[in-house]
Each structure stands twice: as C-alpha cells, then as structure tokens.
C-alpha cells in the first residue's frame, strides 16, 4: 500500500493550495480517508475526513470554514483544497486510510500513512 501526497509548498497569508494524495495497493474505495497536519514542537492532529463515498465528510471545528476535501473514486485520489492560508497551518499535511471517521474530523485507527507534504505560510 502506498499513499503519496502532493500540492504543498511556500504561500504567503491569504493564499490557497489544494493538496492531493494518490492511493495505490488498496481498494480506495473501501477506506474512510483523512487527512492530518503536523506542526513544529506540535502533536499530530485530524483536519479532515471522508467516508468511502465522499457523501459524508467532516472537520476540524478550527478549519471548517476555509479547508474542504473532496475525494475521486476513479482516480484513487484524496483531496484537501486550503483557502485564505494563515501562519498556523504551516505543518507537514499527511493522508491517512482508515475505517471510520470521527465527527470532530478525524479518522480513527488509521491503517496506512502516506510520508506528507509540507505547507509553509509566510509573508
């Protein structure tokens, strides 16, 4: 199982970046996906979830205004568009493969990790 991400890099404040994360040696359609953020100095934390059909989707209470994640089926891909960037969501973003998703946004007991990618948001 390989989970890739792609999409990050250096944005200035009020910026946006839709980052995506590529499956391959699963069933995507089988998981809930989610994707989680890193900070420096920082624990890891739950940003995003969806569920395998991408009906049902939920997120961070902090976030929910300005992140939205989509996923397609056919493509084996997970999604994370991010607007209006501040300085705290520099992180490394990592998708996740799991069963279920939890209704604060993130995904439980998630089976398989993809390495991230870096946002950073300066000025």
């Known amino acids: 199982v390989q989970l890739v991400e792609s999409g990050g890099g250096s944005v200035q404040p009020g910026g946006s970046l839709r980052l995506s994360c590529t499956a391959s040696?699963?069933?995507?359609?089988?998981?809930?996906m989610g994707w989680f953020r890193q900070a420096p100095g920082k624990e890891r934390e739950g940003v995003s979830c969806?569920?395998?059909?991408?009906?049902?989707?939920y997120y961070l209470k902090s976030v929910m205004a300005r992140f939205t994640t989509s996923r397609d089926n056919a493509k084996n891909t997970l999604y994370l568009q991010i607007d209006n960037l501040d300085p705290e969501d520099t992180a490394m973003y990592f998708c996740?493969?799991?069963?279920?998703?939890?209704?604060?946004?993130?995904?439980?007991?998630?089976?398989?990790w993809g390495k991230g990618t870096q946002v950073t948001v300066s000025p």
């Open positions: 996740a493969a799991g069963d279920y998703c939890e209704l604060r946004g993130t995904l439980r007991d998630p089976k398989y």
């Open positions: 040696g699963l069933r995507f359609d089988d998981y809930a």
């Open positions: 969806t569920n395998w059909s991408g009906e049902n989707k």
